[in-house]
């Protein structure tokens, strides 16, 4: 299929002809070819174009996109986006940006199709790269020809190019004298992909000429394998066994256990993803997580920004709570303490004994005699003890917690009210037996824990 036919093909199926394409272009000669092409075929198109400022060429890439779009394209909207900042792996930052700002110039201009220049090469670098990392059958699929982008049912990420060899683009360059200019960074060994561009594709094709098509053709057989048979199963299997929470999401192992393990750790990907989107989900660590099914309860697997638990009946997905403060000054005068997790407010009060001792677990009372400031609250620290109300000797908190059956991934959250003598109270279970209320008290102190909308179970 030729470059024309193959762009013709997708702007049919996305009906790109009745309403604008967004197309990103970087001034290469990928995405300049596309961008060429769907002119040819009379697209209505709005190009979005991302200057990152990382290169001394940034800008001349720039004026090439402008210019050219002035001449060939004049009535097509050119989208010039400058980020601010670019944190974390470079090169990921700089797909988020591109693909967000072209989400967002999809909305702006009324378009349901969002076009990139991926081609063939790409499609086995890609490959290659799954490969390498360790994958399963989607990894080996490759990229889609298209999906949503950013989950957004009405605006699709098409790749017209996917298919195409590298060779007809520079042949569609080369006749239709399409101005592109090089990305330097194409050439440095410090980046993978590169390498595999550089290095070892010249070596598979040394074995066969055709190595690219091939594994092109295999990436596209399992990608309809995978579209049509392992996702459907995989997301029956998934939606039967998941559930939502306000701080992830868990999986009934009754699910991990009777699937393959290949399914098993396709399982446990998609845990991460939907419930914790900002976790790691990389084969190593969803593999990780797999192995959980058979391990001991309370074991767990760390996910970068989320913690997976192995529970009595779950996989448990926790999204990393918020950083709490070392310590929060607690007075009776001032106005509630405000926490990540919720508010604290102190207040002098005078309450019968009896109903001192059966207020609700966010509610507790002590004697006012007993309050010695500084009154702080604080998470619990390893160490902490106290003699629980209606005890004789001391406990930990760690023990308490253990007791009141409060889930090891909670437990970074708990907070307790520390006077300069000794713990109070364990917010939300016991007070210290010492500053209880009793028969003699004249004054109380109320301690009330407002927990924060989706704080909590």
């Given at each position: 299929m030729s470059i024309r036919e193959a762009v013709?093909?997708?702007?049919?199926?996305?009906?790109?002809?009745?309403a604008p394409v967004v197309v990103g272009v970087s001034g290469g000669i990928d995405s300049m070819v596309l961008t060429h092409a769907l002119a040819a075929e009379g697209a209505r198109g709005v190009i979005v174009h991302v200057n990152y400022g990382l290169r001394p060429t940034a800008d001349a890439d720039t004026a090439l996109v402008q210019t050219w779009a002035e001449e060939h394209v004049p009535d097509w909207p050119v989208v010039v986006h400058h980020p601010a900042t670019l944190s974390g792996n470079t090169q990921e930052a700089?797909?988020?940006?591109?693909?967000?700002?072209?989400h967002r110039a999809a909305h702006a201009h009324g378009s349901r199709a969002v076009l990139v220049a991926h081609h063939q090469r790409d499609q086995v670098e890609t490959v290659l790269l799954h490969l390498l990392r360790g994958t399963g059958p989607r990894?080996?699929?490759?990229?889609?020809?298209?999906?949503?982008?950013?989950?957004?049912?009405?605006?699709?990420?098409w790749r017209p190019l996917l298919h195409t060899p590298k060779a007809d683009i520079?042949?569609?360059?080369?006749?239709?004298?399409?101005?592109?200019?090089?990305?330097?960074?194409?050439?440095?060994?410090?980046?993978?992909?590169?390498?595999?561009?550089?290095?070892?594709?010249?070596?598979?094709?040394?074995i066969a000429s055709d190595a690219e098509a091939r594994i092109d053709d295999t990436a596209r057989l399992l990608r309809s394998y995978v579209d049509e048979h392992w996702t459907p199963a995989l997301r029956a299997r998934f939606d039967a066994a998941y559930t939502s929470t306000p701080h992830g999401g868990r999986l009934d192992l009754t699910s991990m256990r009777d699937a393959a393990p290949v399914m098993q750790t396709a399982l446990a990907r998609t845990l991460l993803r939907t419930a914790c989107p900002d976790a790691a989900h990389t084969q190593a660590v969803a593999e990780a997580v797999a192995d959980l099914?058979?391990?001991?309860?309370?074991?767990?697997?760390?996910?970068?920004?989320?913690?997976?638990?192995?529970?009595?009946?779950h996989l448990e997905?926790?999204?990393?709570?918020?950083?709490?403060?070392?310590?929060?000054?607690?007075s009776l005068a001032d106005p509630p303490v405000q926490l990540p997790t919720g508010t604290l407010h102190c207040a002098k009060t005078t309450?019968?004994?009896?109903?001192?001792?059966?207020?609700s677990s966010n509610t507790a009372y002590v004697d006012a005699a007993q309050w010695h400031p500084p009154v702080t609250v604080r998470p619990w620290r390893s160490g902490d003890r106290l003699q629980p109300l209606g005890m004789t000797g001391h406990k930990s908190v760690s023990d308490l917690l253990t007791d009141a059956k409060v889930p090891p991934h909670r437990r970074g959250e708990q907070l307790v009210v520390v006077d300069a003598t000794r713990i109070l109270w364990v917010v939300g279970h016991r007070i210290h037996h010492a500053a209880r209320v009793t028969a003699s008290t004249n004054c109380a102190v109320q301690m009330r824990w407002k927990p924060r909308p989706n704080a909590g179970e």
């Amino acid at each position: 299929m030729s470059i024309r036919e193959a762009v013709a093909s997708v702007l049919a199926d996305a009906e790109g002809r009745a309403a604008p394409v967004v197309v990103g272009v970087s001034g290469g000669i990928d995405s300049m070819v596309l961008t060429h092409a769907l002119a040819a075929e009379g697209a209505r198109g709005v190009i979005v174009h991302v200057n990152y400022g990382l290169r001394p060429t940034a800008d001349a890439d720039t004026a090439l996109v402008q210019t050219w779009a002035e001449e060939h394209v004049p009535d097509w909207p050119v989208v010039v986006h400058h980020p601010a900042t670019l944190s974390g792996n470079t090169q990921e930052a700089a797909r988020r940006v591109r693909y967000a700002e072209m989400h967002r110039a999809a909305h702006a201009h009324g378009s349901r199709a969002v076009l990139v220049a991926h081609h063939q090469r790409d499609q086995v670098e890609t490959v290659l790269l799954h490969l390498l990392r360790g994958t399963g059958p989607r990894g080996l699929a490759g990229m889609p020809h298209s999906r949503p982008l950013h989950n957004d049912p009405d605006v699709r990420l098409w790749r017209p190019l996917l298919h195409t060899p590298k060779a007809d683009i520079e042949a569609y360059a080369e006749t239709h004298r399409v101005p592109y200019r090089a990305d330097p960074t194409n050439t440095r060994a410090a980046y993978t992909r590169n390498r595999l561009r550089h290095e070892v594709l010249p070596v598979l094709r040394d074995i066969a000429s055709d190595a690219e098509a091939r594994i092109d053709d295999t990436a596209r057989l399992l990608r309809s394998y995978v579209d049509e048979h392992w996702t459907p199963a995989l997301r029956a299997r998934f939606d039967a066994a998941y559930t939502s929470t306000p701080h992830g999401g868990r999986l009934d192992l009754t699910s991990m256990r009777d699937a393959a393990p290949v399914m098993q750790t396709a399982l446990a990907r998609t845990l991460l993803r939907t419930a914790c989107p900002d976790a790691a989900h990389t084969q190593a660590v969803a593999e990780a997580v797999a192995d959980l099914t058979d391990a001991q309860v309370g074991r767990r697997v760390e996910a970068g920004a989320a913690t997976v638990w192995r529970t009595r009946t779950h996989l448990e997905a926790v999204a990393d709570p918020p950083a709490l403060p070392n310590a929060q000054p607690v007075s009776l005068a001032d106005p509630p303490v405000q926490l990540p997790t919720g508010t604290l407010h102190c207040a002098k009060t005078t309450v019968p004994v009896q109903r001192a001792l059966r207020e609700s677990s966010n509610t507790a009372y002590v004697d006012a005699a007993q309050w010695h400031p500084p009154v702080t609250v604080r998470p619990w620290r390893s160490g902490d003890r106290l003699q629980p109300l209606g005890m004789t000797g001391h406990k930990s908190v760690s023990d308490l917690l253990t007791d009141a059956k409060v889930p090891p991934h909670r437990r970074g959250e708990q907070l307790v009210v520390v006077d300069a003598t000794r713990i109070l109270w364990v917010v939300g279970h016991r007070i210290h037996h010492a500053a209880r209320v009793t028969a003699s008290t004249n004054c109380a102190v109320q301690m009330r824990w407002k927990p924060r909308p989706n704080a909590g179970e």
